[in-house]
């Protein structure tokens, strides 16, 4: 099920559910330190990185806390990856048909209520699918993001622990006032200090014993060209977001610049981009440009490059948000979102944001539904030479101009 068709079941029936079950807001109480906690994080696997730190935040302030996850089948990897949860404390949906995530809800639902939570965190701005979970948990602490005095937003009046959303705020921030907010007294309830200093980088990923010397042997095998070469990867796919994709020239005149430097390139994604990479392919015309479209079973084996790979450009998405958990360098290009809000937690990363005046167009309060004709001239104005440039500083070629 696509994100178009998920977004207007969500702002078709949403509200009408919401205010509904606003009338039965009641439940058992509780005492803290909670002994359950659920986090609810549904969207993009890049969210789940940015929310480690929200993680780490409940193991400090709740250490004999059992908590437990509910996210999308298909994020699933990625929080396996990140290590901050036991594997059998997370539930999953199905996202591929209606009456798949129907089935899962469900189940779900009477999981939520046998394990009967004491906290539940709902970490979505955009869907109210996931505050209705928070009810429905049974959970008599639901900590959400909450309109307040703002029009958008409506996710009805049952988060008891309600978060003024904050768009002038990094989202790992907010994830972490989600955590303060359970025993806040204050209105509204994130009325704290800034959390600058609290580390929000997202834990290493750990390497088993001869996984990447094998990963290597296999690229080297089926690509002999790259081998002894500085590895770049670039990832050309808007994802689910088309909009946010930098254009596929500007892709491509970046990949020709590298390989005429002696660089070996190579575009990953998913089989379904092989399009896009044969673009890139053909325009450089090289052995040292390889296509790693649908090369990776999994986000294990493409992160196991990321170990060995010297840069990565990418477009704002799920890669870039990966990258940090592995010693890779990366260029994200930003544009309908913004960097200020989604920008990674990682030293290694650079990030190009044009700020023209309609940018970003992707908010909370749109459902990321961007008004653009498909012009998405906050990315065309990035020059490709701005990119290499950077791509050169960043492999040790001297200062980006």
């Not at 070469?229 to 892709?251: C, D, H, M, N, T």
């Not at 998405?317 to 989604?342: C, D, K, N």
Request: aromatic share 8%; with cysteine.
């Amino acid at each position: 099920m696509d994100v178009g068709t998920q977004r207007k079941i969500d702002q078709a029936v949403g509200p009408l559910i919401c205010r509904a079950l606003s009338l039965f807001r009641g439940g058992r109480d509780v005492t803290l330190p909670p002994g359950r906690i659920l986090i609810i994080l549904l969207s993009e696997m890049g969210s789940l990185v940015l929310g480690s730190s929200m993680f780490r935040r409940i193991r400090e302030k709740y250490p004999k806390a059992s908590i437990h996850a509910l996210v999308f089948e298909k994020n699933r990897e990625i929080l396996d990856l990140l290590e901050v949860i036991p594997p059998e404390n997370v539930m999953t949906l199905g996202d591929r048909s209606l009456r798949r995530l129907a089935g899962d809800s469900l189940a779900a639902v009477r999981k939520m209520r046998e394990l009967r939570f004491d906290v539940v965190i709902d970490c979505e701005l955009f869907a109210r699918v996931s505050s209705i979970f928070a009810l429905l948990s049974g959970a008599p602490v639901r900590a959400g993001f909450h309109r307040h005095t703002m029009e958008g937003l409506y996710r009805g009046d049952f988060i008891n622990r309600p978060v003024l959303y904050n768009p002038y705020r990094h989202i790992s921030d907010q994830f972490l006032a989600l955590v303060d907010a359970i025993d806040s007294r204050a209105v509204p309830k994130n009325k704290f200090e800034t959390y600058d200093g609290v580390p929000k980088a997202a834990p290493a990923m750990r390497l088993r014993e001869g996984e990447q010397q094998a990963m290597q042997k296999r690229l080297y095998g089926d690509f002999p060209a790259v081998e002894g070469k500085k590895l770049v990867l670039l990832y050309p796919s808007g994802g689910i977001l088309p909009i946010r994709a930098w254009p596929l020239e500007s892709f491509a005149e970046t990949a020709q610049a590298l390989v005429d430097r002696g660089y070996a390139v190579a575009v990953i994604g998913m089989p379904e981009d092989k399009p896009l990479a044969r673009s890139i392919l053909e325009h450089c015309q090289s052995p040292l440009c390889v296509d790693l479209t649908g090369y990776t079973k999994s986000i294990r084996e493409l992160l196991v490059i990321f170990h060995f790979a010297s840069l990565l450009v990418t477009n704002d998405g799920g890669p870039g948000q990966f990258a940090a958990m592995t010693p890779i360098r990366s260029i994200l290009l930003f544009g309908p979102e913004t960097p200020v809000l989604y920008g990674p937690n990682s030293p290694r990363a650079k990030v190009l944001f044009s700020g023209l005046a309609c940018s970003p167009c992707l908010t909370a309060y749109n459902h990321r539904n961007s008004p653009c004709d498909g012009d998405n001239r906050c990315l065309k104005v990035i020059e490709p030479r701005t990119v290499l440039a950077c791509a050169l500083e960043m492999l040790g070629e001297g200062p980006a101009q």
